[in-house]
């Protein structure tokens, strides 16, 4: 019996198709899917710092002014941004529309350029607020 | 010598007890989090890099202070789901995997606690 169920052939996996938007921005969606997980540790950070008094919260607020602490914020903002554009790509699949071909493919594209513009508006605006 | 055939083995071993409850949830979380996140962000924009008690008064303020712990709970929630989900794809040896679902309940939840605790400490003490 054992024979019989080694060496089949399993279902196809990512190898065997030909890469295309639709599935790039499947893989986006689950990398900034995890990237966000952590980057709750940077909500939480600041959270608790706000909490816990000025002092702790000037540190986390001088930490996230850094050089590297605003890249990080500006890689979490596109991360948050391009994640929620493809959950709301992923809503419309589910309520079970927009599959044709060419529209889904368009999608893919317009969710990675929509998400990097919003992530600089945000940026902008926030630069010109302050 | 095992005389049940491959498909008796599997029967009733699928997600399909609880992958529907796991599916419906990922949803309803994300669709919550669309117009928390809309908010949050653009509260964020207001309140970058603005000094300590400008911040703190405006996040003890009843109407943010609610927004806020809905976007914890619904957040913590969904990236747990979510964090399942990839951990159940990718990850074989039982043991592991077991392992890392724990880990991830376990990491979720103190982080949730901590922003949630955070966040009602902010709006009642201040």
Known sequence: MANVTNNRPLSPH?????????????????????????????????????????EYFNQVNWLFGSIVGQLVLFGYTWALLHHLLGGL?????????GFEKEFSTKLAKGNLV????????????VLIVR | MDMRTPLGKVRGLGSAKSGTEHFWRVRTTSVALV??????????????????????????????????ALTVIASIVHMRLGMEEIIQDYIHSEFLKLTLLVLNAFF?????????????KIAFAG
């Open chain 1, 14 to 54: 990512l190898q065997i198709y030909k890469f295309i938007p639709t599935m790039a921005m499947s893989i986006v969606h689950r990398i900034t899917g995890g990237a966000l997980y952590f980057g709750t540790l940077l909500v939480a950070a600041w959270l608790i710092a706000a909490a816990s008094g000025e």
């Open chain 1, 89 to 97: 790509r992923h809503i419309m699949w589910d309520l079970g529309y």
């Open chain 1, 114 to 125: 929509a998400s990097i513009a919003l992530t600089v508006l945000v940026w902008a605006i």
């Open chain 2, 35 to 68: 117009p928390l996140l809309v908010f949050y962000i653009v509260f964020l924009i207001i309140y970058a890099g603005k000094p300590y008690a400008e911040v703190v008064g405006a996040l003890a303020n009843p109407f943010v202070a609610t927004i806020n």
């Open chain 2, 108 to 120: 979720s939840l103190l982080v949730g606690g901590l922003c949630l605790f955070a966040v009602l």
